[in-house]
């Protein structure tokens, strides 16, 4: 019903700045909640950053002040602007979505993509 597609990483340096998007399918999108998790090799999947239907956004603790999640509607595509970052940002990054409002739950998102790596060197 929905696919999702990430794009944006790479290797940088801290203290750089790296913006990941996530290209979705179906005009339905606009509606649903959006998020960023993360995870390493061997470890849990963690929850980032989302953003509600009507624009209400969570942070980990961790990349509040740095990281923003926004949306553009008629793009149907979510965003993840990362300033600031630090070495222990280090992970690949996935986007999700869900029809529910349990935002920071990865269990409670049925759609995600492919995932994109962010490396980050001191």
């Known amino acids: 019903q929905v696919q999702l597609a990430e794009s944006g990483g790479g290797l940088v340096q801290a203290g750089d700045s790296l913006r990941l998007s996530c290209k979705a399918s179906?005009?339905?999108?606009?509606?649903?909640?959006k998020a960023w998790f993360r995870q390493n090799s061997g470890q849990e999947r963690q929850f980032v950053a989302s953003?509600?239907?009507?624009?209400?956004?969570n942070y980990i603790d961790s990349v509040k002040g740095r990281f923003t999640i926004s949306v553009d509607n008629a793009k149907n595509t979510v965003y993840l602007q990362m300033n600031s970052l630090k070495v222990e940002d280090t992970a690949r990054y996935y986007c999700?979505?869900?029809?529910?409002?349990?935002?920071?739950?990865?269990?409670?998102?049925?759609?995600w993509g492919q995932g994109t790596q962010v490396t980050v060197s001191s």
């Open positions: 179906g005009r339905a999108f606009r509606n649903y909640t």
């Open positions: 999700a979505a869900q029809a529910g409002a349990s935002p920071q739950r990865s269990s409670s998102y049925g759609y």
């Open positions: 953003i509600g239907w009507h624009g209400g956004t």
